[in-house]
Structures are given as structure tokens and as C-alpha cells.
């Protein structure tokens, strides 16, 4: 039987993680056709539904046991395929080989990277590894073509080499409704440097009084673990307290109570390779307001307002300008509905990945 060797162990992040956890689903449900061995991050919760052609192998990623099992499978149950859905894989094999591209600071300038020296030591050495995986690998998948335009550059992988396979729609979304929207603004993102959390604070710091008189709220969805010291200060500081308020991470399926009411959705990420809750945003007919970066206009053409990046004034006459003009905002709405349209669900996905 056809067998399939699917890397989903470095999947850590949010969007990623949750690829990992529908991807699962839908096998365990639906396939018939390949013995599959999937290796899933050591803390997954895996889904109830059951199927006796998938091992499922709990593995920490990088560590000796991740490493004696890979080399292990790789050439002695010798797969067909292998799909290392997160980046990095430096052993040539003899199957196709289909990696991930889903890390933006692999692509991006490290000057440009405002992180600590340690970690931009850290981001060099898995610019190198990945650099290295890419050179064994039959296809390098991105999730949007900006991404597939840089990592073709940097990278100098040939074009025949390289796919894009947007992310599914992972969650079951029934028709939206324009009626019963809170004065909620969301922005659905777990905490890092470059997801700039701390430019809503400052837009709120500035603008407070325009928030609490117009009694408009912004949730937060920062697990405890995320929570760094100056985000610990903004979370605690009046009076900007009273207008965001941080929920803490949440399952996917409990997000569909905060899509179905919120107003807007503002979503500041200064990179993204793909952005998941953006296009869940577009399918709820949830209105965005994100900055005039590539990633954020390749996906919200016709449901976004696009503010200059790093301007608070701008981004807050947008988040303004559809808090007062129904029309404007009815005109997004619309757009998402047109928008939503375009995306996959997770078998459409599934099987043009393996037609790779």
C-alpha cells in the first residue's frame, strides 16, 4: 500500500497547529487509500475519530527521539511521500518530498528582524537548515504567491519546484449576518514580536476617550504563556484595561462566538506567511482593518480598509471611518461574502496536496 510519512511535529504555532488538528480529522474520518504515519507535536490533543491505516506518533521536534524515529522511517518503512508541514527536513530521500514553507523571518531581511541578538543567531541557523532541506526536496509549498516570490529568490529554488496551496477554511461556517454585531473589535493572534500587540495599546492609549464614549471594546486572544513583561504592563495599566480585555487562548471552535459578533477586525501583524484568522474573518463577513503590507493585500482585497504601516492616526481613522459609515462597512461585508468563496475546504486541500 501507498505510504505517506506526514511531518506535522514542528507545527507549534496557532495557524500550523490547527492545519495539523483538521488535517488529522479528516484522515482519521475519511481515508482508505494510504497507510499514513503522522508525527504530531508531544502536548496534541488528538481528535476522537480513529482509523487503523494512520499511526499517529507523539513526537518533540528536533530531539534524539524525533531523529531515531525519522531516520528510522524514512529509510527502512521507506515511504512514498513525505510532507514536512513546517520547514525543515535535511535528509535526502527516496520518496517525493513536499516541504512547508511557513516561517516569515526564513525570507525576510535579519536587519529588519527586531528581535534579540540570540534569537537572530537562532533565525540564521534555521535559514541555513531550511536552505539545505530545500536542496533534497521535490516541492517547497507556500501559502501565499509573496511568499512563493521570496523564497524562490532567496532560496534560488527553481520555479518547477515551487507550489502555492492556501491554508483550508478550518472551521464549518454557516451564512453571516450583518445583524447582531457587537461594538467588538477582535484581533486573533497568539503573542510574538512581529504579531505587534503592543501597537493597539498605543492606539488606545491615544484614543481612549473616543473608544470608551462609543463603547467599543477589543478582545485579545494572548495565552498566559505568550505574556511577556511589557505586555504583562500594558494588560494592566489603566485605564486602557477598561477597553481590552484579554480572553487567553482559545480552542478553534470557540472563536465562532467572537467571528459571529465582532464589528472589525483589526489585525496589525507586521509579517505573516499566510494568516489564518484572516480568512476566517473574510468568511464570517467580518470587516478588516490592516496595514498596506503585500501579505495582508494578497488575501483582503475587497475586505479590508489598508492603513500605512506603523501609523496610529491612520489606523484609527480607519477603525473611525467603519464604526460611522454603515455604508462602508455594509461594502466590505459584501466583499467578504465574494471573497469567502475562493477558499478551500480541508478535502479540496488534502487532495491537491497529495496530487503534488
Same mark, same amino acid.
Given at each position: 500500500?501507498?505510504?505517506?510519512?506526514?511531518?506535522?511535529?514542528?507545527?507549534?504555532s496557532?495557524?500550523?497547529?490547527?492545519?495539523t488538528?483538521i488535517?488529522?480529522?479528516?484522515?482519521?474520518? @475519511?481515508?482508505? +487509500?494510504?497507510?499514513?504515519?503522522?508525527?504530531?507535536p508531544?502536548d496534541?490533543?488528538?481528535?476522537?475519530? =480513529?482509523?487503523s491505516?494512520?499511526?499517529?506518533?507523539?513526537?518533540?521536534a528536533?530531539? %534524539?527521539?524525533?531523529?531515531?524515529?525519522?531516520?528510522?522511517?524514512?529509510?527502512?518503512?521507506? $515511504? !512514498?511521500?513525505?510532507?514536512v508541514?513546517? @520547514?525543515?527536513?535535511?535528509?535526502p530521500?527516496?520518496?517525493?518530498?513536499i516541504i512547508?514553507?511557513?516561517?516569515p523571518?526564513l525570507?525576510k531581511?535579519?536587519?529588519? /528582524?527586531?528581535?534579540?541578538?540570540?534569537?537572530?543567531? *537562532?533565525?540564521?541557523?534555521?535559514?541555513? /537548515?531550511? #536552505?539545505?532541506?530545500?536542496?533534497?526536496?521535490?516541492?517547497?509549498v507556500?501559502?501565499?504567491?509573496?511568499? &512563493? +516570490? =521570496?523564497?524562490?529568490?532567496?532560496?534560488? /529554488?527553481?520555479?518547477e519546484?515551487?507550489r502555492i %496551496?492556501?491554508?483550508?477554511?478550518?472551521l464549518?461556517?454557516?451564512? $453571516?449576518? *450583518?445583524?447582531? #454585531?457587537?461594538?467588538?473589535?477582535?484581533?486573533?493572534?497568539r503573542? &510574538?514580536?512581529?504579531?505587534?500587540?503592543l501597537f493597539?495599546?498605543?492606539?488606545?492609549?491615544?484614543?481612549?476617550?473616543?473608544?470608551?464614549?462609543?463603547?467599543?471594546?477589543?478582545?485579545l486572544?494572548?495565552?498566559?504563556?505568550?505574556? !511577556? !513583561?511589557?505586555? =504583562?504592563?500594558?494588560?494592566?495599566?489603566?485605564?486602557?484595561?477598561?477597553?481590552?480585555?484579554n480572553?487567553?487562548?482559545?480552542n478553534?471552535?470557540?472563536l465562532?462566538?467572537?467571528? &459571529?459578533?465582532?464589528?472589525? &477586525?483589526?489585525?496589525?501583524?507586521?509579517?505573516?506567511?499566510?494568516?489564518?484568522p484572516l480568512?476566517?474573518?473574510?468568511?464570517?463577513?467580518?470587516p %478588516?482593518?490592516?496595514? +498596506?503590507?503585500?501579505?495582508? =493585500?494578497?488575501l483582503?482585497?475587497?475586505?479590508a480598509?489598508?492603513?500605512r504601516?506603523? +501609523?496610529? !492616526?491612520?489606523?484609527f481613522n480607519?477603525?473611525?471611518? %467603519?464604526?460611522?459609515?454603515?455604508?462602508?462597512w455594509?461594502?466590505l461585508?459584501?466583499?467578504?461574502?465574494?471573497?469567502?468563496?475562493?477558499?478551500?475546504? /480541508?478535502?479540496?486541500?488534502?487532495?491537491?496536496?497529495?496530487?503534488?
Amino acid at each position: 500500500m501507498y505510504t505517506i510519512l506526514i511531518d506535522s511535529a514542528n507545527t507549534t504555532s496557532a495557524g500550523t497547529g490547527n492545519v495539523t488538528k483538521i488535517l488529522l480529522s479528516h484522515l482519521n474520518r @475519511n481515508n482508505k +487509500d494510504f497507510k499514513i504515519i503522522f508525527y504530531v507535536p508531544i502536548d496534541f490533543v488528538q481528535p476522537p475519530e =480513529k482509523n487503523s491505516l494512520i499511526l499517529i506518533k507523539k513526537i518533540k521536534a528536533f530531539s %534524539l527521539y524525533y531523529f531515531i524515529n525519522l531516520i528510522f522511517d524514512l529509510y527502512f518503512i521507506n $515511504p !512514498d511521500k513525505i510532507i514536512v508541514l513546517a @520547514n525543515y527536513n535535511i535528509f535526502p530521500t527516496s520518496g517525493k518530498k513536499i516541504i512547508f514553507m511557513r516561517h516569515p523571518y526564513l525570507v525576510k531581511l535579519i536587519d529588519e /528582524i527586531q528581535i534579540p541578538f540570540i534569537q537572530k543567531a *537562532k533565525e540564521i541557523l534555521r535559514r541555513l /537548515i531550511f #536552505r539545505i532541506s530545500t536542496l533534497s526536496s521535490d516541492f517547497i509549498v507556500t501559502q501565499t504567491k509573496l511568499m &512563493h +516570490d =521570496k523564497t524562490k529568490l532567496i532560496y534560488n /529554488i527553481p520555479t518547477e519546484k515551487m507550489r502555492i %496551496l492556501k491554508n483550508p477554511i478550518m472551521l464549518n461556517i454557516a451564512k $453571516p449576518n *450583518k445583524n447582531g #454585531r457587537n461594538n467588538d473589535i477582535i484581533y486573533i493572534s497568539r503573542f &510574538h514580536p512581529h504579531k505587534n500587540h503592543l501597537f493597539i495599546f498605543n492606539l488606545v492609549d491615544k484614543y481612549y476617550n473616543y473608544f470608551l464614549q462609543n463603547n467599543i471594546s477589543i478582545t485579545l486572544t494572548i495565552g498566559n504563556s505568550y505574556i !511577556d !513583561d511589557d505586555l =504583562k504592563r500594558y494588560l494592566s495599566k489603566y485605564p486602557i484595561r477598561n477597553i481590552i480585555r484579554n480572553i487567553g487562548e482559545i480552542n478553534i471552535e470557540d472563536l465562532y462566538y467572537y467571528y &459571529h459578533n465582532a464589528f472589525i &477586525h483589526f489585525f496589525p501583524s507586521k509579517a505573516e506567511t499566510f494568516g489564518n484568522p484572516l480568512i476566517e474573518s473574510i468568511c464570517f463577513g467580518v470587516p %478588516l482593518v490592516v496595514p +498596506d503590507l503585500p501579505y495582508a =493585500k494578497e488575501l483582503c482585497q475587497g475586505c479590508a480598509l489598508f492603513y500605512r504601516h506603523e +501609523d496610529i !492616526d491612520d489606523a484609527f481613522n480607519k477603525i473611525k471611518q %467603519l464604526f460611522e459609515s454603515n455604508e462602508c462597512w455594509s461594502q466590505l461585508f459584501e466583499g467578504c461574502i465574494i471573497e469567502s468563496n475562493t477558499f478551500i475546504n /480541508i478535502s479540496q486541500w488534502w487532495n491537491e496536496l497529495i496530487s503534488f
